[in-house]
């Protein structure tokens, strides 16, 4: 209990600074402080399970809310997919008159998307779409262990269908918190009544303190929903936060997490982005799986908007120039 209360405080009081960084006297403060949040979690790492170990990781997820499985995508198609990412990236310079970079190394990974963030947000918010229907990507989210995690962790019938909601390769810059949220629920952010696993995985950089991965509330899953409330904000996100009494309830963890490693939890737990303060984008994995035969289940309907030319205006151009 006391080193999950020095966890807590820590890392409160490290993003406390970078929120409002005129109580910066040096940057011997930032480095003192970083070190103390790093020690604190070294010392006390949370547990990870084997893909093989399902039964111990349901226990544990009853229990916490969550569970994280290590070794869980194989390295070919998390290899594929960084490559789509770097020629995905290559193919938005070259539309917004930015030269092509180097394929070789990593750098294109950060450097590109930052380019491209400086000339125009929406070359960026257009990667974001492309990588949603990637070949690739789709390979990742096809995964067969997720189907079975899934279902042992809903306890239901292999028999089940399951629905992916909103699975998303999520893209956050350096210091850019316009897509950041504060402590809540996906009950109001999903499909209404729904049977439902969260995950979140790091896709091609480890995902640490240092560059905003996941926080949780661990337990707090039993609240079932969470007193909260629903915020508006013309510069963000919606926000629909749980009340802070409830979540000081809980232990709070920053949870890092290596490439390969998924994390499952509850649509009942409540969690929050991390503040990204280092100098490279972090790509995570964002999504949920519904449970199909829960009775108050229906897929909501999608749709499609156009960026360029709609179908009728291009044919329009075509055939009544």
């Known amino acids: 209990m006391e080193a999950a209360l020095l966890h807590n405080t820590c890392f409160t009081f490290f993003r406390c600074l970078f929120r409002f960084p005129e109580i910066l006297d040096t940057r011997k403060i930032i480095a003192y402080t970083l070190a103390e949040v790093r020690t604190v979690m070294d010392q006390n790492p949370i547990k990870r399970f084997d893909i093989s170990d399902s039964q111990a990781a349901v226990n544990f997820y009853e229990e916490n809310g969550f569970v994280i499985v290590k070794n869980f995508y194989p390295a070919e198609d998390l290899y594929d997919f960084k490559i789509e990412v770097k020629n995905i990236i290559n193919a938005y310079l070259l539309k917004a008159g930015i030269q092509e970079m180097d394929l070789t190394n990593d750098d294109i990974l950060s450097n590109g998307i930052l380019a491209l963030e400086e000339k125009d947000h929406e070359y960026v918010a257009a990667i974001y779409d492309t990588i ?55 009950v109001f952010y999903t499909v209404p009544r729904g049977s439902y696993i969260q995950t979140w995985a790091p896709l091609i950089f480890d995902t640490t303190f240092e560059n905003g991965t996941i926080e949780i509330a661990v337990g707090s899953h039993k609240e079932k929903i969470a007193k ?11 926000q629909i936060l749980v009340d802070d009494n409830v979540v000081k309830k809980y232990e709070q963890l920053v949870v890092e997490m290596e490439v390969g490693e998924i994390l499952f939890f509850s649509g009942f737990l409540a969690h ?15 999504g949920m799986y519904h449970d199909v035969k829960h009775k108050p289940f229906f897929t909501p309907k999608l749709g499609f908007t156009f960026r360029k030319s709609s179908p009728k205006e291009y044919f329009d151009e075509v055939f009544n120039p």
């Open 132 to 186: 949603f229907q990637s070949p690739s990507f789709f390979r990742i989210l096809g995964n067969r262990n997720i189907e079975s995690y899934i279902k042992d962790l809903l306890d239901i019938d292999s028999s089940h269908a399951l629905y992916g909601f909103t699975n998303r390769c999520r893209i956050d810059p350096p210091k850019d918190n316009r897509r950041t949220y504060g402590w809540h629920q996906e």
């Open 228 to 238: 909260q409330t629903w915020n508006e904000s013309e510069d963000k996100a919606t």
């Open 272 to 286: 929050r982005s991390g503040n990204n303060i280092s100098q490279q984008v972090r790509y995570s994995l964002v």
